[in-house]
């Protein structure tokens, strides 16, 4: 899974396990592994972060551990912003290239995802796409995306 990453990437990543790991033991708990991956530029919740940890089954993981954490978080976001273009494609039946906050907030909510409305609006706004906008713009989220898929 780590050949997904570029070395230079790797070695972001490594830098900021690095930073976290103030005991020097080559391991980290949840809460670091929390500020690790936000300063990596990846929100994560504390529910989400309990769910890697249990899925790991260990109360810390190593560098090599992070990684493939990292390569899975990754390949899941590229699958939640698949269906999140997607759902959108198909809820754009008059090809007018955006559709409503609020539609867009039902697809996710009520659709495949079924994301919390405070979870459309974090991923709303990690996209930049702030509460004072109300038409959601297919080709503007799909370069937003683009572009954050890119930054991993």
């Known amino acids: 899974?780590?050949?997904?990453?570029?070395?230079?990437?790797?070695?972001?990543?490594?830098?900021?396990?690095?930073?976290?790991?103030?005991?020097?033991?080559?391991?980290?708990?949840?809460?670091?592994?929390?500020?690790?991956?936000?300063?990596?530029?990846?929100?994560?919740?504390?529910?989400e972060i309990f769910e890697i940890m249990k899925a790991h089954g260990k109360a810390s993981v190593t560098f090599p551990e992070f990684v493939k954490m990292l390569a899975a978080q990754n390949a899941k976001h590229v699958n939640i912003e698949r269906e999140i273009l997607n759902a959108f494609a198909l809820q754009d039946r008059s090809r007018k290239g955006y559709?409503?906050?609020?539609?867009?907030?039902?697809?996710?909510?009520?659709?495949?995802?079924?994301?919390?409305?405070?979870?459309?609006?974090?991923?709303l706004s990690q996209y930049g796409f702030d509460k004072m906008i109300t038409q959601i713009n297919y080709q503007e989220l799909s370069q937003r995306i683009s572009a954050s898929s890119k930054a991993w």
């Open 1 to 47: 899974m780590a050949e997904s990453f570029s070395q230079h990437q790797i070695d972001v990543f490594r830098d900021c396990f690095n930073l976290y790991d103030k005991n020097r033991d080559g391991k980290v708990e949840k809460e670091e592994l929390t500020k690790i991956m936000r300063a990596l530029g990846h929100p994560v919740t504390h529910i």
């Open 99 to 123: 559709i409503s906050r609020g539609e867009f907030e039902h697809l996710l909510v009520k659709g495949g995802e079924q994301m919390t409305k405070h979870e459309v609006q974090q991923l």
